[in-house]
């Protein structure tokens, strides 16, 4: 009996997670498994590039966790620089193109995974293609952008954004010495917490000697006289620039599911049910970047590119695929950043996004330390928490502050999963000692605030 045939589209974090697990499940007997790769690497940190670029991270290769050859050896026939430019669904196959010799060929599939990533979004601006313009998304994105910052005679950098990507391209700039401008078309940084947690962030930059201009929608990119970029213009301002980075978010790669009919969500993001596998469709399965996925607290799909929810999608992907079983319940919506030493997380639902979804809740916000207050390098920071009305379920948190602030809101997050209320969250039994905590963990004080403020509304 002739092997099964499992072909898998896009060579990074959830793609090649697909292929080794099921690779672990099924021998080469049993399941052939062939990979394309449009890029010139596989199985890489796309989160660590701004660490890279910024000189945290040594080397290029320290974010590549397994090189093509290491997947060949395992029988994944991967091939790189090859890219998959149509889907055959009811002909069960893909068209591929290879990049380097232009020739295009047809490989058929029993089994299909989809893990087209992401794009970084590109406004369609004037100059917004000239040199000194740089997305960053993949490995070749970064060492573009690194070497444009070699080859810079000026030392002006503009970030066109002010979110994840942003913040962490500002810190990268900074470290290479270039005086950086962020603009920003929102009220405050980082959209992804309320404004007034934003406007810590805000403060906080200004601190390190950057420069944050909010309401900034940027209009055009100007290029100078040898063709490269000169200036950015923003609400009627001109900024100069010796380098652009966009920092201003991704979107699903959607384009050949789109073109063959198979289901979008709201965000253009894959719909898939908990096997992860394409709505109405059977044999195909999708994961990563372009899938939307169900956000546990809204009770809607959500689009969210982050390697976390990628492998774990690949992992499922790859068991259902190789004879096993395995599902993707959602997620409470769990990230955290820093810009130099500055650290920011959230989980959960901001105030508008409960007010999208019909939720009235209260709020509370507190200052605490991550350590005890006498213990040398005690470090400040804010948590803010939101809780349903009446129910007194948590709906979210988010955390800004300095050392040891970001990964505490893991606990928040483990209660979302969980359902708990923030009356319940106080009697935590959480880990204590002065090097690592106050008596009362910040978390668990922003929650006894939250119960009195459930109290004083008449709810509790």
């Known amino acids: 009996m002739a092997a099964e045939r499992l072909v898998v589209i896009g060579g990074d974090a959830a793609g090649m997670s697909a292929a080794s697990q099921a690779r672990r499940l099924r021998g080469p007997e049993e399941l052939s498994i062939t990979a394309f790769e449009r890029g010139h690497f596989s199985s890489y940190s796309a989160c660590g590039i701004p660490y890279w670029v910024?000189?945290?991270?040594?080397?290029?290769?320290?974010?590549?966790?397994?090189?093509?050859?290491?997947?060949?050896?395992r029988a994944i026939d991967l091939r790189m620089r090859t890219e998959v430019t149509e889907i055959d669904v009811a002909g069960q196959r893909v068209r591929a193109l290879d990049r380097e010799s232009g020739e295009t060929s047809w490989t058929g599939f029993d089994k299909l995974v989809i893990a087209t990533?992401?794009?970084?979004?590109?406004?369609?601006?004037?100059?917004?293609?000239?040199?000194?313009?740089?997305?960053?998304?993949t490995l070749d994105d970064g060492q573009a952008l690194l070497d444009t910052l070699d080859r810079a005679t000026g030392r002006r950098a503009v970030v066109v954004g002010a979110g994840y990507i942003g913040v962490e391209m500002a810190e990268a700039m900074l470290k290479h010495g270039f005086e950086v401008t962020v603009l920003n078309r929102g009220e405050q940084p980082m959209a992804t917490l309320d404004p007034d947690m934003g406007r810590l962030v805000h403060d906080a930059m200004d601190g390190l000697g950057i420069t944050t201009v909010n309401g900034a929608a940027v209009t055009a990119i100007r290029t100078g006289p040898d063709g490269r970029v000169a200036a950015v213009e923003a609400a009627g301002v001109s900024y100069p620039a010796d380098v652009v980075v966009l920092g201003i978010g991704v979107e699903p790669e959607t384009t050949l599911a789109r073109a063959v009919g198979l289901p979008l969500g709201p965000h253009g993001g894959l719909l898939t049910d908990l096997s992860m596998r394409v709505v109405g469709h059977d044999n195909i399965w999708a994961g990563g970047d372009c899938v939307e996925v169900l956000d546990l607290v809204a009770g809607r799909t959500r689009h969210i590119a982050l390697g976390t929810h990628a492998n774990?999608?690949?992992?499922?992907?790859?068991?259902?695929?190789?004879?096993?079983?395995?599902?993707?319940?959602?997620?409470?919506?769990?990230?955290?950043?820093?810009?130099?030493?500055?650290?920011?997380?959230?989980?959960?639902?901001?105030?508008?996004?409960?007010?999208?979804?019909?939720l009235r809740f209260v709020t509370a916000t507190?200052?605490?330390?991550?350590?005890?207050?006498?213990?040398?390098?005690?470090?400040?920071?804010?948590?803010?928490?939101?809780?349903e009305y009446r129910t007194g379920r948590l709906l979210g948190v988010q955390i800004v502050g300095r050392e040891g602030a970001a990964k505490r809101v893991d606990v928040a997050a483990v209660a979302l999963t969980a359902g708990m209320t923030v009356e319940q969250m106080t009697a935590l039994d959480l880990g204590y000692a002065p090097p690592f905590s106050p008596v009362w963990d910040p978390v668990l004080v922003a929650a006894r605030k939250t119960v009195t403020a459930l109290r004083k509304a008449g709810t509790a």
Not at 54 to 73: F, K, N, Q, S
Not at 337 to 358: H, M, Q, W
Not at 370 to 382: L, N, S
């Open 54 to 73: 910024g000189g945290d991270v040594e080397r290029r290769d320290d974010l590549i966790a397994r090189t093509p050859e290491e997947h060949r050896a």
């Open 117 to 137: 990533g992401a794009r970084p979004v590109r406004p369609a601006l004037p100059g917004v293609d000239a040199p000194g313009v740089h997305g960053v998304q």
């Open 312 to 358: 774990k999608h690949g992992q499922i992907i790859g068991s259902n695929v190789g004879g096993g079983y395995g599902t993707f319940p959602g997620v409470v919506g769990t990230a955290v950043s820093k810009v130099c030493d500055l650290e920011i997380a959230r989980t959960g639902l901001r105030e508008k996004d409960a007010r999208a979804v019909g």
């Open 366 to 387: 507190i200052e605490s330390t991550g350590r005890a207050g006498y213990y040398p390098g005690a470090r400040a920071m804010t948590v803010k928490m939101l809780a």
